[in-house]
């Protein structure tokens, strides 16, 4: 599968961006997605994540209660909705894909990668 993000920027502190992840080339509803950050410096973390039908959600706990993760398996997308922002959310946004859930990410096991999408919030 491929992958796509979309939808960063420049951003004040408290405000919000949408980003999507525009999947292509095999079954989206096959794969759990998830959401993925690196700031400069820093190790890959795990933001968000979400099975096949969207019935379960996970986050890290910095975004808990700000951040939205959802799919749309008719349109092959999954999205972030991400509130009140912080310049620690600062870093370069990447989506994810694997075949099977656990309730636990980590970027060894994710199969597919998208090209990530910067995102910046300034204070």
């Known amino acids: 599968v491929q992958l796509q993000a979309s939808g960063g920027g420049l951003v004040q502190a408290g405000g919000s961006l949408r980003l999507s992840c525009a999947a292509s080339?095999?079954?989206?509803?096959?794969?759990?997605m998830g959401w993925f950050r690196q700031a400069p410096g820093k190790e890959r973390e795990f933001v968000a994540g979400?099975?096949?039908?969207?019935?379960?959600?996970d986050y890290t706990d910095s975004v808990k209660g700000r951040f939205t993760i959802s799919r749309d398996n008719a349109m092959y997308t999954v999205y972030l909705q991400m509130n009140s922002l912080k310049p620690e959310d600062t870093a370069v946004y990447y989506c994810?894909?694997?075949?099977?859930?656990?309730?636990?990410?980590?970027?060894?096991?994710?199969?597919?990668w998208g090209k990530g999408t910067q995102v910046t919030v300034s204070s």
């Open positions: 080339g095999r079954t989206f509803s096959n794969y759990v």
């Open positions: 994810a894909a694997r075949t099977y859930y656990s309730g636990s990410y980590f970027p060894g096991s994710m199969d597919y």
């Open positions: 979400i099975d096949w039908s969207g019935g379960s959600t």
